[in-house]
């Protein structure tokens, strides 16, 4: 039975996948919460993924509102081609 390890490359592969995108990384920690020997490192990976996509959430948000962000607004397609024949 292996024991809890921080240094195995594949936990921190996981982390990594949570940083770039949350389902990826929910996934991730799912599928290690799955395996008896993994739950701590599923756990863990989980937890940062959650803590990760509300911090950069609310990051994004004060950066629009700061003016560092641009801000889209969605038209739609019936408005965008008025006029056009």
Avoid: C
């Avoid at 390890?5 to 996948?17: L, P, R, T």
């Avoid at 020997?37 to 599923?42: L, N, T, V």
């Avoid at 004060?62 to 889209?72: A, D, E, R, S």
């Amino acid at each position: 039975m292996d024991k809890f390890k921080v240094n195995k490359k594949w936990f921190w592969i996981g982390i990594v996948a949570g940083l770039m995108s949350p389902v990826l990384g929910l996934i991730y920690g799912i599928a290690l919460l799955v395996e008896k020997d993994h739950r701590k490192e599923g756990w863990i990976i989980i937890a940062w993924t959650i803590v990760w996509a509300i911090i950069s959430y609310n990051l994004s948000i004060w950066l629009v509102k700061q003016g560092y962000l641009p801000t889209f607004q969605i038209k739609s397609p019936g408005k965008l081609f008025q006029g056009v024949q």
